[in-house]
């Protein structure tokens, strides 16, 4: 089965068309509507299809971070890559990259970041309003291969209702380790029926402090990433290469009528970097992204509602070495479709239809010769139809879900590889792979069950098969990646991954005292990953890089995680203790690569009248169950993170101070499910404080 953008264009447009037959689109009522209409309707109330977990208002300000990873690092069963302050990607119970996709309103965020722990999500922040994450039946309406789950950043810049008057934010803050300032604003609006929306932040941070020295064990460690060839760094005090400088513009627009809304909305995103490896070197980010969105409610007897939104991206970032020449040039211009049709309660069930298309464009080129650098032109084009289910019978909440999907991999045939030709290996030789064209079809499903055996306590089951196409970079790659001191080698003969997730839940969800523990096992068949054979390469500007290629093996992570909170996010005193656990194993033998450490944790806050204190801490054990090429082990670490904030409202405009301290301890903090490339020479940064005023109106 195949279809493209423009014929799933054409079937939305018929589908809106009939859809739009109950619209008479008039000025709506002043009062705000409440909902966030990205959501399927199924997932409105809290059931099965509802996010995992939900980060908004002061819990997503307390733990806002300068990058996406480092705002979900410490939610139960989610980690971070740490390449730096600038780029830091979550990792879901062990898994990460492709395997975990990034959203921005229920579309792809259409950045590079799921191929390179060194690239930056191409998220602004500082705009956001929620963060969701999604497992299982609900992570099927956005996407098939997210074994690890979905992340989910909202923003507003398409409304769906009017503002009654005129609101918005004001934000500034200054942190003492990198000398960070940030200033954000936000304004939403209404002239009649349309609401206007922007915002925009600003932040510079220069390299960040650490608690002793760059490199793990001292100045003298004679590291050897790249066999025979030690490096030493001297760094102390200051990282460098650990600065990040960001700024956005978003703007919004949408009509808003009786029976829904149509709106548009444009993003410029710039984002510099530094990449803090023992060579170092920097990233210059950018991204235009343009979105329209729409709904009818009611659309059709027994539908409550039908969506549509389309989203075009144009993502380019430049590679600069540590002398700030410029080495390679990557672009993705990709454009998405989602169309879904909430159909009202039948039988007992209430759920969404829908189709979703994408097309991208992938491009990395050395800017030396102005060939392929690492991975050759590629065109990837996603065509999907996805069915999503929730029914409440009596104790019993049930969920369905299922989705198609077609992926096609089509790689530029006449691209040449920089270097190729050129490259010396250790013991053999490496050729690049064969630039094929590839065809996936891929089925995913996902059923589940929670079974309310007593008031507010609740045990679930739920397992999900999903499946995953190989990327371009693991078809078809071929050359030096200077991030991770590997010499990379494509398989383009890779078969569909599998993975088949079963998870079983106990949950209590109301009084003082609430908790839930979860015990899974992720099995994969066709695990991609990339295998270390041994020998080397030497080109120009790199010596000894170990090759890594592109393999399948059968794998199983598995894991558990619990949390208990009393009166949590409530007036008075509230805590909440924690910890999860996760392991990676291939079934032949051997342990995956880059799998986090067990932690436990636990929070306490306090709210009274306008203040408000909190305190984590966090304890991560040493990792020691390492791949077989992996250095290490990773060191244990104690996270100790505080904060106080103070609100007085002044006639409309309520005024927020704040200050936020972060590893109070100053602890030497290494994450294990970062290359270490990084891991060996960047600690995270060294104890902090942030200090800042919000306005709000």
């Known amino acids: 089965m195949k279809f493209s953008i423009r014929s799933s264009l054409i079937l939305t447009a018929v589908i809106g068309i009939s859809a739009g037959s109950k619209a008479s689109y008039a000025q709506a009522d002043p009062t705000p509507e409440t909902g966030l209409v990205i959501q399927s309707n199924a997932n409105q109330e809290s059931n099965l299809l509802s996010p995992s977990k939900t980060l908004s208002g002061d819990e997503l300000q307390n733990k806002l971070g300068s990058s996406l990873g480092a705002t979900l690092s410490n939610e139960l069963g989610i ?25 921005e309103n229920g579309l792809s965020v259409s950045d590079v970041s799921s191929i390179s722990a060194d ?152 984002h510099n970097y530094g990449v803090p490896t023992a060579d170092g070197g920097f990233i210059q980010q950018s991204q235009n992204r343009y979105d329209l969105q729409h709904e009818t409610r009611d659309p059709l007897d027994g539908f409550a509602a039908f969506k549509f939104s389309i989203s075009n991206s144009r993502y380019v970032h430049n590679e600069f070495d540590n002398n700030g020449v410029a080495q390679t040039n990557w672009k993705n211009d990709a454009t998405e479709l989602r169309a879904v049709l909430d159909h009202q309660k039948w039988n007992g069930w209430k759920g969404s239809y829908g189709l979703q298309a994408s097309t991208a464009k992938l491009t990395a080129t050395d800017i030396a010769s102005g060939n392929s650098s690492i991975v050759p032109q590629t065109v990837t084009n996603s065509n999907a139809l996805f069915w999503v289910e929730q029914g409440n019978f009596g104790d019993f909440k049930n969920s369905l879900g299922l989705r198609y999907n077609n992926v096609g991999q089509n790689p530029n045939q006449s691209s040449v590889f920089a270097g190729e030709g050129e490259i010396a290996f250790g013991g053999s030789s490496y050729i690049p792979p ?6 996936f079809n891929l089925f995913s499903y996902s059923a589940g069950s929670l079974w309310e055996f007593l008031r507010g306590y609740g045990l679930g089951a739920t397992y999900t098969q999903s499946q995953r196409a190989p990327n371009a970079p693991e078809l078809y790659a071929y050359g030096p990646h200077d991030a991770t001191s590997t010499f990379i080698v494509g398989n383009s003969g890779l078969q569909t991954e599998t993975s088949h997730n079963f998870e079983i839940g106990l949950q209590k969800n109301s009084g003082l005292i609430r908790g839930k523990a979860n015990i ?25 890089f170990p090759v890594v290629i592109s393999q399948q093996a059968n794998a199983t992570i598995k894991g558990a995680e619990a949390e208990l909170t009393y009166n ?65 082990p990773t060191p244990s670490y104690n996270l100790l993170n505080a904060g106080l904030s103070y ?19 100053n602890q030497d903090i290494r994450y294990a499910t970062t290359p270490e490339t990084v891991r060996l020479y960047a600690p995270q940064p060294g104890r902090s404080l942030m200090v800042g005023v919000k306005a709000t109106f």
């Open 434 to 439: 064969t630039l094929l064209n590839r065809q």
């Open 79 to 103: 980690s971070a890559t740490g390449f730096g302050s600038g780029a830091s990607r979550p990792v879901i119970r062990g898994l990460e990259g492709a395997r975990v996709q990034i959203l």
């Open 647 to 665: 609100t007085e409202k002044i006639q409309s405009v309520s005024w927020t101070g704040y200050l936020r301290l972060s590893n109070l301890l």
């Open 568 to 632: 949590w996010q409530e007036n008075g005193t509230g805590g909440r203790i924690f910890g999860d656990a996760s392991q990676g194993t291939f079934n032949s033998g051997g342990n995956l690569p880059l799998q986090p450490a067990p932690r436990l944790g636990a929070e306490i806050a306090h709210q009274i009248n306008e203040w408000k204190m909190n305190a984590s801490y966090i304890h991560a054990f040493q990792q020691n169950r390492l791949a077989s090429f992996e250095i290490g």
């Open 119 to 270: 690239h930056a999500t191409a998220n602004a922040l500082d705009s956001t309003r929620q963060i969701e994450i999604l497992r299982g039946a609900s992570a099927l309406m956005y996407g098939s291969g997210s074994s690890g789950g979905l992340i989910n950043v909202i923003n507003d810049r398409i409304a769906t209702s009017l503002p009654g008057e005129v609101t918005g934010s004001l934000n500034t803050s200054y942190e003492t380790v990198d000398q960070g300032k940030t200033a954000s604003a936000v304004l939403d609006s209404s002239t009649g029926p349309i609401a206007l929306h922007l915002d925009t932040a600003i932040s510079n941070a220069n390299d960040y402090g650490i608690p002793g020295y760059a490199e793990l064990g001292g100045p003298n460690a004679n590291w050897q990433i790249s066999p025979g060839v030690p490096q030493n760094v001297p760094y102390s005090g200051k990282l460098p290469f650990s600065f990040n400088d960001q700024n956005n513009l978003g703007l919004g627009a949408s009509y808003i009528g009786d029976h829904g809304y149509t709106g548009v909305s444009v993003e410029r995103l710039n």
């Open 520 to 544: 899974y096992q992720n099995a994969f068949t066709n695990y991609i990953y990339g295998n270390y054979t041994g020998n080397t390469a030497t080109g120009e500007g790199y010596v000894n």
